[in-house]
C-alpha cells in the first residue's frame, strides 16, 4: 500500500527530479512528512514566489524540467506570478500545489483558492487530482507536456485526502505518455524547407532573427553551422542571447528596443528575414508596419500559433528548431557571397558600437563589462528587470546558451535572486551571478536567508542608482522629468547581508570595481556587491514606444 | 467580420468548457452562440461556437483552441456547405379565444409544436435556424411572450464528409 504522497514523491524521482524547492503547509503535511526521509532533496524557501522562480532557474540552465512545492491558498498564490514568468519564456516546470480535502472543495474552506482556476491562463496544462488512482499518471503526463512541445508550466493540485490515502499500486512502465489532443510536431515540413533554401538564394540582404526558441531546443550549434555555412548575420533577441558567441564576426547583438544600431538597421535592410524560435513581440519589433517591411519571411517554430500572430509570413516551418535546422543544413547545396550586404554591416558595426560615457564616474555599464572580463564567457548571469537587464543584455559577453537568465516576456522584477538559486543547483561548479538593481533585488531580498542557511554560493550584484531605474528613464524621456515614485531610499545592502549571514563589499569607485568581484569569486558561499552607481544613467539606445526601430535615440558619441 | 460556426471536439473532463469559453474572453473574442453535449465518439463531447471576426483572428483563435490538451480537433465549417439549427421554447400568453387559435395557426406554419396548454399560457418548441426563430419570436411579441429560452446553434457539414477526431 502506498499514500498518495508516497506515489507523488517516488513519481518525482522517476522523473530524475533531484532537487525541488518548497514551502510547507497545512494540507501538504503528508507530501512534506513523506519527504523527511526521502533522498529527494528539498530547498526550503522563505517566500513560494521563489520556489516558483527557482525552479524556472534550474529549469532554464539544465534544459530540464524545474519543481516546486506549495500550499494550497496563500501559497499556491503566490506561486502565480512564478508560473506566469515560466509560461510566458516557454520554460519547462511542474508546480504541485497542495489543496483542501475534496469533502470541501468549493466550500470555502480555511485556505481554499481555486487555484487551477487562477492559474488556468499562465499554464500550459494545469489538474486537480481527485483520487490517488490518477496521481501517478497524471504527474507523467505532467512532465511530459512541461518538457515537450513549446515548453511550459504545468501545476498539479493535490487536495490532502488524495495524497493521504493509501492505495495498492504499482509505478508504470518506462512505455511514452500518448494524449490524443497533444502531439506537438517536431519535424518540419521537407517542401517549405525546400521553399526556404531557394528564398535565401534569391535573397541579397538576409538577417537572421534568433530567439529563445533557439536555446529551448539546444540549437545553438546548429544555428552557428547554419550562419557560417550561409555567411549569413544573426541578431539575436533578448531571450536568445549565448545562441551564437557575442563575439563572432556575424554576430549582430541583440534587437529591438534596446537593440544595437547595427541589429536594427540591418533587420530594416534586409530583404529576408530567418525568424526562428521567435514570436515577433512588440519589444522587438517596435512599430510592427516598418519592421522587416522590406523582407520575405521565413519562420520556424514549434508554435504552429505564433505563425503570423503579429506579422504575415510568406514560408512558415513548424517543428523543433533543431530538427529543422539539421533539416536545413543537409539540404543545403548551393551558397551565395552576400559580400556587399555583409561590408556594409560591418560599418555599420564600426559606426554605431555600444558606448556610453567614460568620465571616471562609476557607471554600471563598467561593472557589467568588468564582470564579462574577469568572468571570460563562463559562469551563468542572471538578472533581474529593468535596466539592470538591458545593460547586462547589451554589455556581457554571452558565449554559450543557458548561460544567461532573464525574465523576458513577463519582466518580473524579484525574478533574478531565486532564479539564480535554481540555476546553481542546476551547475553547481559554475559561478552564478544575480545583476540586480536596488529595487528589484528588494522583491525576494528574503531569499539572502535560503542562500546562508543552505551555503548556496550565488554571487549578488546591485547596480544601485537607488531609482526604479527604468521607469525613472521614461519618465525623464517622456515625463518631463517628473519623477513620481521611482526614487528610493538608500538602503546599506551590505549590513543587510550581514544579517542574514551574508559577505558583502559596497563599491563606490571605478577601481574597486574589479577586485570586489574577485573578492566574491573567491568567497566559498553567497557573497553581496553593493556598486554605487551613477543615479541617472540611461539605457542607450533606445526605440521610444510605437516608433520603427530604426529610429533609435541616445548612445552615439556624447 | 463575419460569423464563423466551429466545431471542437475535447475530452469529456470537468473544466474543459472554461478552458475553451476563457480562450475566448482572453484573447478577446466574443462568442455568439455556444453549445455542448456529447457525441459519437466515447470520451468526447462536441462543442459548437459560433464567433464573429476576420478570417486571421479566427485563424489565430482556432491556433490556440488547438494548443489545449483537452481540444482534440478545431474545424471551421463556415466555408462549407451545411445545416445549422437551434431550438426554442416559448411561453407565450394565450387566453382561450381568439388569440390562442391565431398562435395555434402561426405554430402551423412555422411547424412548431405545441408541447404545453395551459389556461392562460402555451408553450411552443420550434426549430430551425436562427432567422426563423427570430421571426417566430416577433410575431408572438403582440400576443405577449412570458418566457423565451433558446439553445446554442449546432451545425453539421452536408455529405459524407464528417468532423471526426485525429489532430
Known sequence: MKTGAKILVEGLQREGVETIFGYPGGVVLPIYDELYDSSLRHILVRHEQAA???????????????????TSGPGACN???????????????????????????????????????????VTKHNYLVKRTEDLGRVLREAFYIAGTGRKGPVLIDIPKDVSMKAIEY???????????????????HAKQIDKALEMILEAEQPVIYAGGGVIASDASAELLQLAETLMIPVTTTLMGLGAIP??????????????????????????????????????????????????????????????????????????????????????????KAYDRWLSRIRGWKEKHPLQYCCDGTLRPQYVVEQLSGILKGEGIIVSEVGQNQMWTAQYFCF????????????????YGFPAAIGAQFACPGQVVF????????????????????????????????????????????????????TELPPVDFVKVANAYGVDGIRVESCDDVVPAIKAAIETDGPFVLDFRVEREENVFPMVPAGAAINEMIGGQQR | MKPHTLSVLVENKAGVLSRVTGLFSRRGYNIESLAVGT?????????????????????????????????????????NERVERELALIKVNAEPGTSRAEIMQLATIFRAQIIDVGTKTIILSLTGDTEKIDALEKLLHQYGVKEFVRTGRIAMIRGTKAVKSGK
Open chain 1, 170 to 188: 504499482e509505478h508504470p512502465g518506462p512505455e511514452p505518455v500518448t494524449l490524443r489532443g497533444y502531439q506537438p510536431t517536431i519535424k518540419g
Open chain 1, 52 to 70: 516558483a522562480h527557482a525552479a524556472d532557474g534550474f529549469a532554464r540552465a539544465s534544459g530540464r524540467v524545474g519543481v516546486c512545492l506549495a
Open chain 2, 39 to 79: 457525441c459519437e465518439e466515447p470520451g468526447m463531447s462536441r462543442i459548437t461556437i459560433v464567433c464573429i471576426g476576420d478570417d486571421a483572428g479566427i485563424e489565430q483563435v482556432m491556433k490556440q483552441l488547438n494548443k489545449l490538451i483537452d481540444v482534440i480537433k478545431v474545424s471551421d465549417l463556415t466555408d
Open chain 1, 434 to 485: 544575480d545583476i540586480a538593481g536596488d529595487g528589484s533585488f528588494q522583491m525576494n531580498i528574503q531569499e539572502l536567508s535560503t542562500v546562508a542557511s543552505n551555503k548556496i554560493p550565488v554571487k549578488v550584484a546591485i547596480l544601485n542608482n537607488r531609482f526604479l531605474g527604468m521607469v525613472r528613464q521614461w519618465q525623464e524621456l517622456f515625463h518631463n522629468r517628473r519623477y513620481s515614485f
Open chain 1, 246 to 335: 557575442c563575439d563572432h564576426p556575424l554576430n549582430l547583438g541583440m534587437l529591438g528596443m534596446h537593440g544595437t544600431r547595427s541589429a536594427n538597421y540591418a533587420i530594416t535592410e534586409s530583404d529576408l528575414l530567418l525568424a526562428i524560435g521567435v514570436r515577433f513581440d512588440d519589444r522587438v519589433t517596435g512599430k510592427l508596419d516598418s519592421f522587416a517591411s522590406h523582407a520575405r519571411i521565413i519562420h520556424i517554430d514549434i508554435d504552429p500559433a505564433e505563425i503570423g500572430k503579429n506579422k504575415k509570413v510568406d514560408v512558415p516551418i513548424v517543428g523543433d528548431v533543431r530538427s529543422v535546422l539539421q533539416d536545413m543544413l543537409a539540404k543545403i547545396q548551393k551558397k
Open chain 1, 79 to 121: 506561486l502565480v506570478t512564478g508560473i506566469a514568468t515560466a509560461y510566458m519564456d516557454s520554460v519547462p516546470i511542474v508546480a504541485i500545489t497542495g489543496q483542501v480535502p475534496t469533502s470541501l472543495l468549493g466550500n470555502d474552506a480555511f485556505q481554499e483558492s481555486d487555484i487551477t482556476g487562477i492559474t488556468l491562463p
Open chain 1, 399 to 414: 558565449r554559450k546558451p543557458r548561460t544567461w537568465i532573464t525574465s523576458g516576456g513577463l519582466g518580473t522584477m524579484g
